[in-house]
């Protein structure tokens, strides 16, 4: 058994809208949100193991074991290169594997498909889709969308850029895999990996995109749609599952990823300007959580783990809602960090 020890936040700090701040002995938690959306704030969260040390933490996502998955960079500094770390729902370390992604460990999908779960990954620096057991067995991967006339070589004979963020699953098995980093397409593909169709693209006007960064399938309603965080942008975008422009939806300024509690209807999207925001089941902003969005965030990101500010966001990348309806966020800063908002 690997030794780890729990990585401690002083949170003692007073800080202006965060209940308990003023606690003079500093142990208190902060408290951010208000009435039915009001959560305790853990930084830090999960004892990572002494060989490990975060990179930009990017996706995180839970299993149907509440087991907690983190999909992070690796920093330099860590002995060990997996970019995948396993805690169960308390925070104890279970395991660790996924060398093969270091550096660009992305975006992080579950799904589960008969009576086993599959993780789905994107690596941004190897321009790479993977489908993977829980245990990080590949089951296939999809890499450089040949089969697309819009990745076709231009005149110079060069490759158009590509580089995957993350992706969805539609009801029928189709997946959706969003070029937030290379050319602002979406590529969609049956349960197989085999190719369907390309939309989207540069652009402002409707039905382009610029950096569609993170992509769901909403279920919620009659018929399924495709969402789209069309950072670049700053808003939200929604696609039928053929690909045309549906509408729009507000109240994010750069929305990175999203993710549903299916019990409520309630959308976690990390919103990366220092905030995480909070969609009711129709699309209306129920809360701004840990919203440090005046601050100089983008300069914040690069310091060191007491320069950030307790019970405030820095760069919130990717979120999840447990079972239960406790959220964790795991924040683009070059030390990696790990939140968990339990619902009070």
């Known amino acids: 058994m690997r030794e780890t020890t729990r990585r401690t936040f002083v949170t003692g700090l007073a800080v202006p809208m965060i209940l308990g701040a003023g606690n ?5 938690k902060p408290v951010i949100g208000s009435g039915a959306h009001t959560y305790e704030v853990t930084h830090d969260w999960g004892e990572l193991p002494q060989d490990i040390a975060y990179g930009n933490t990017h996706g995180v996502c839970e299993d149907a074991q509440g087991h907690i998955y983190i999909h992070h960079t690796v920093n330099k500094a860590s002995t060990s290169h997996n970019a995948m770390v396993v805690f169960d729902g308390k925070g104890k370390f279970v395991t660790s594997w996924g060398a093969d992604y270091m550096g660009g460990a992305h ?4 799904h589960k498909e008969g009576k086993e779960e599959f993780l789905y990954l994107c690596d941004t620096k190897r321009a ?3 489908k993977t057991t829980l245990k990080g067995e590949q089951v296939w991967s999809i890499g ?6 819009a990745y076709k070589p231009g005149a110079d004979g060069k490759k158009i850029k590509y580089s995957p963020t993350n992706l969805a699953i539609a009801p029928n098995g189709d997946i959706y895999v969003g070029d937030g980093y290379g050319s602002s397409y979406i590529c969609q593909y049956n349960s197989k990996g085999e190719y369907i169709r390309t939309f989207g693209g540069l652009g402002k006007e409707a039905g382009k995109l610029n950096c569609p960064h993170g992509i769901i399938v909403d279920t919620r309603g009659k018929d399924p749609i495709l969402t789209v ?3 670049g942008n700053n808003r939200i975008q929604r696609f039928t599952l053929d690909g045309k422009h549906v509408d729009f939806i507000d109240g994010t300024n750069q929305p990175c990823h999203f993710n549903t509690f299916h019990k409520t209807g309630d959308t976690v999207i990390p919103d990366l300007g220092a905030r995480v925001t909070l969609l009711d089941k129709n699309n209306k902003v129920i809360e701004h959580l840990g919203d440090d969005s005046a601050s100089e965030w983008k300069k914040t990101r690069t310091m060191t783990r007491d320069k950030f500010t307790p019970g405030k966001f820095v760069a919130p ?3 999840c809602f447990d079972h239960k309806g406790d959220i964790y966020v795991v924040e683009w800063v070059e030390v990696g960090r790990v939140t968990k908002l339990r619902r009070v």
């Open 24 to 28: 003079k002995s500093g142990t208190k």
């Open 107 to 110: 975006g992080l999908h579950i």
């Open 317 to 319: 990348h990717g979120a």
């Open 128 to 130: 790479t889709v993977a």
């Open 229 to 231: 965080a069309d950072r």
């Open 144 to 149: 450089y969308p040949e089969k697309s006339d």
